[in-house]
């Protein structure tokens, strides 16, 4: 195990659903990340969160929110998604924000 | 903000042959690069980094150099083998400096039999 563990490793929703994705890591890391990673987008970065604040969203749809309850934790709460939302999403952490990613094994998300 | 560049998106290579992947940066101030592989289905992880106070690290078969001039580095795999099969991806930050690493768009990696 890396680390960093996601949950679950596959999800498979509904338009009108609510889902949540959960990332855990155990490094003692104080920055945490979501990235979307699809075929046309490699890795997209969604979110960053350092010391529990959330410091960038790069315009992501409000049917995306995350919440990084402590440094150990992020969610990623998904609601009223789209099939295009279908992707692999990958957590990582790091101890600062500029090395050292350790990244999750990720969600991979299906949207019918 | 940082851009991060890289080349090619595909590449094919016989095995026992080499491999470069190349990647160029825009923000002078960055000085930390590190390379991820991914292999099918699988979390990227870090094979190799560099600091811009060197300019060439080795490990085994993979290597990296960086060309601060030119804002440039590369990724030399020698002595290819079916496993190095992968997506490799190039990144940049500046290191401590409290600012996001900014990863390459990838490079899918297939070692030919």
């Known amino acids: 195990e890396t680390g960093v563990t996601q949950t679950p490793r596959h999800l498979v929703m509904g338009m009108t659903n609510k889902k949540s994705l959960k990332c855990e890591q155990h490094?003692?890391?104080?920055?945490m990340y979501w990235y979307k990673q699809s075929a046309k987008k490699p890795l997209e970065l969604m979110f960053v969160y350092s010391l529990e604040e959330r410091v960038e969203n790069n315009s992501v749809p409000s049917r995306f929110s995350p919440e990084c309850p402590n440094s150990s934790h992020l969610f990623l709460h998904l609601h009223t998604l789209q099939p295009e939302d279908s992707a692999l999403y990958l957590c990582?952490?790091?101890?600062?924000?500029?090395?050292?990613?350790?990244f999750g094994s990720g969600t991979r998300l299906t949207v019918v | 903000g940082e851009n991060v560049e890289q080349h090619p998106s595909t590449l094919s290579v016989q095995e026992g042959d080499s491999a470069v992947i190349k990647c160029t940066y825009s923000d002078s101030a960055s000085n930390y690069f590190p390379w991820y592989k991914q292999e099918l289905g699988k979390r990227p992880q870090l094979i190799i980094d560099i600091r811009s106070n060197v300019g060439e690290k080795k490990d085994q078969r993979i290597a990296v150099t960086l060309n601060k001039t030119a804002k440039h580095f590369s990724l030399h795999i020698t002595e290819t083998q079916p496993e190095d099969s992968a997506v490799y991806f190039c990144a940049a930050s500046k290191a401590f400096g409290n600012e996001k690493l900014t990863f390459g768009t990838g490079t899918r990696l297939t070692i030919i039999p």
């Open positions: 990582a952490s790091s101890q600062d924000r500029g090395t050292g990613y350790t």
């Open positions: 490094l003692g890391h104080n920055a």
